[in-house]
């Protein structure tokens, strides 16, 4: 167990961590209360893999995001299963924390071997998303030139056939299987519907992309009327909760002190925010295309290429939530700052 930079967090995952900092995959482990983590690849991405759970109860065992649908995904979740003693034809049902790809790709392969694939109904509405990502750039002043790069983007974390739900959880509801506890707990934010899930005998809370120990899950407004800001932070109160238990992230690595990142994510959307309103009196009047441009990244805006849907997406969150308190007017083309008063 290694303590993280100013003890804000206390990494578990000591294994996991060292083949993150050596940009290769981690191993497959059993964890507290017989549960395996098992990494599974992403193909050209920079978050390389999901860590798929796979926790044995009484009648079977259960998947918790299976991971990206490739052939080398399938290849390391079976050798996962095997580690644990199993094959695909054992998998009782499969949990999605949410529908991106990295996460329910591998689902519907379960779901033809006679799993039950379960996820929040508020998922649903992502499975048959509706309008062109053409239509939503060019709303957002995207300029013309970029819209045909970046459209396609739009759509990398959704599945052309993905699995239908056969079981929906609620926030508080428990998972059907025998001889474990483990319940529900939604958590939107980074999507409409992304659950976490508590299992208290074996003292973890899984955490999807919900809390992961160094990044922060991109929170952008995709449905009008919505403010996934506002409620991932709540979400981030709900799940602070839950401290006395070790984190296990889909991404990354396992960690100690779930309310401490909790407080530090607080703080970065704090910042975001304040850094948002300044440019706003900087600039004027800005459509949200110039103001995200304008923001700090990761990365220099001309390097992020199709990061930029995610970057106009989540500034579009920080905008409706600053707008709903009265910190900036939105008019739905421009912002401005709010009046003096």
């Excluded at 167990?1 to 191993?27: F, K, S």
């Excluded at 482990?29 to 926790?55: D, F, K, M, N, Q």
């Excluded at 006395?244 to 959307?269: D, N």
Aim: hydrophobic fraction near 40%; glycine fraction near 10%.
């Amino acid at each position: 167990m290694t303590r993280a930079a100013g003890d804000a967090i206390v990494v578990t995952g000591v294994a996991q961590r060292e083949a993150w900092q050596a940009r290769v995959l981690p191993p497959v482990e059993r964890l507290a209360g017989g549960i395996w983590s098992v990494p599974v690849p992403i193909p050209r991405s920079p978050l390389r893999y999901t860590l798929s759970y796979l926790i044995p109860a009484d009648d079977g065992l259960v998947v918790i995001d299976p991971g990206w649908d490739s052939d080398e995904g399938w290849a390391a979740l079976e050798s996962g299963l095997r580690a644990a003693g199993a094959a695909p034809g054992d998998v009782l049902g499969v949990v999605v924390t949410h529908v991106h790809s990295d996460h329910h790709g591998l689902s519907k392969r379960l779901q033809e071997t006679g799993a039950w694939v379960a996820m929040h109904p508020a998922e649903l509405d992502a499975l048959n998303p509706s309008g062109s990502p053409a239509d939503w750039l060019r709303a957002h002043d995207v300029p013309e030139q970029e819209i045909a790069a970046l459209a396609g983007t739009i759509g990398q974390h959704r599945l052309s056939e993905p699995a239908r739900p056969d079981v929906l959880l609620e926030d508080g509801d428990a998972v059907p299987v025998k001889g474990r506890t483990l319940r529900t707990v939604w958590t939107p934010g980074h999507t409409p519907g992304h659950i976490c899930l508590v299992e208290p005998e074996a003292g973890v809370l899984l955490t999807g992309d919900h809390l992961l120990p160094r990044i922060s899950p991109n929170i952008g407004l995709q449905r009008p009327g919505s403010s996934p800001l506002e409620a991932f932070l709540e979400s981030l109160e709900q799940v602070a909760a839950h401290d006395e238990l070790e984190a296990l992230p889909a991404h990354e690595y396992r960690f100690r002190g779930i309310a401490a990142r909790a407080r530090q994510l607080r703080a970065h959307h704090d910042r975001r925010c304040e850094e948002i309103v300044a440019t706003v009196e900087r600039l004027g009047t800005p459509g949200v295309w110039e103001l995200a441009s304008q923001l700090t990244w990761s990365r220099p805006w001309e390097e992020i290429g199709p990061m930029r849907v995610g970057a106009v997406a989540e500034t579009m969150a920080h905008v409706r939530y600053l707008a709903d308190r009265g910190a900036l007017t939105w008019s739905g083309d421009v912002v401005t700052a709010a009046p003096q008063r």
